[in-house]
């Protein structure tokens, strides 16, 4: 958030840190929604807190560990998933040849 942007009363302001003190925060989110979604975090120890449009007063903080399966694991998805749409596509085209 860029430092004279003013806020409205019905916006909130997400920050985002690496430290529960928030020695260096990060404004990852400022509207009106009272639900985000964040992607695309290595894997680490995340905390954020919240607070309403011009007020000084944030919430209590919340700890958020990301952690991502290993690189073999994410290709034996991958595997497994391109094996079941092999076997889709041999269905559907048995199927519609047997329609022929």
Do not use: C
């Amino acid at each position: 958030m860029q430092p004279t942007q003013k806020l409205s009363s019905s916006q909130y302001e997400l920050q985002q840190a690496d430290n529960k003190e928030f020695t260096n925060p990060k404004t990852v989110y400022v509207g009106p929604d009272e639900a985000a979604v964040i992607s695309g975090l290595p894997s680490q120890l995340y905390f954020y807190r919240v607070r309403l449009a011009n007020k000084n007063e944030w919430s209590t903080p919340i700890q958020v560990e990301v952690k991502h399966h290993s690189l073999v694991r994410a290709f034996g998805f991958f595997a497994l998933g391109a094996g079941m749409f092999a076997i889709m596509i041999i269905v559907l085209i048995k199927g519609a040849r047997e329609r022929n």
